[in-house]
């Protein structure tokens, strides 16, 4: 299984929006600049949290992003599926997909796989990721910055 790359430039996004303490929220050009994901795609980032309310937009001179609810509150179940939904199998979602849905041994090996994958991501918060003890903006922009 491989999470995609807006799955992961989302959870940044929201990682660093956590993690800024200015009253005024994070700016899109900081989250560009520091997370090294280009604008345009930053857009479709920030769009798809909106639409799921993770985030609030402030208006006006100097304004940005803010999480819409604590980070204790924001579980990585919700923004995973900002982006998709959780599929481990195409037949699961789309009966019609396989001819042997109705009689598949590996069924109810998928159904649970992808149950307990969602029960991982309701399991842990925003907060757990980005709280207190955790590398928040400054040592995450280091790390990936060593990885490319």
Do not use: H
């Not at 009253?23 to 479709?44: F, M, T, V």
């Not at 924001?74 to 995973?80: E, K, L």
Request: contains cysteine; charged residues 25%.
């Amino acid at each position: 299984m491989k999470i995609n790359t807006k799955i992961r430039y989302g959870l940044r996004t929201m990682i660093a929006i956590a993690c800024c303490e200015e009253p005024r929220g994070l700016l899109q050009k900081e989250i560009s600049e520091n997370q090294q994901i280009s604008n345009k795609y930053l857009d479709a980032i920030v769009a798809a949290l909106k639409t799921k309310k993770l985030i609030t937009t402030f208006r006006g001179k100097g304004s940005g992003y803010k999480l819409s609810r604590p980070a204790n509150q924001i579980t990585m179940y919700d923004i995973y599926t900002a982006f998709e939904p959780i599929v481990i199998v195409e037949c699961l979602d789309n009966p019609e997909f396989c001819e042997l849905e109705c009689c598949c041994t590996a069924n109810k090996y998928w159904t649970e796989m992808k149950a307990e994958f969602a029960k991982m991501l309701k399991s842990k918060t925003l907060a757990d990721i980005a709280g207190p003890g955790r590398p928040c903006l400054e040592n995450m922009i280091t790390q990936e910055a060593l990885k490319n």
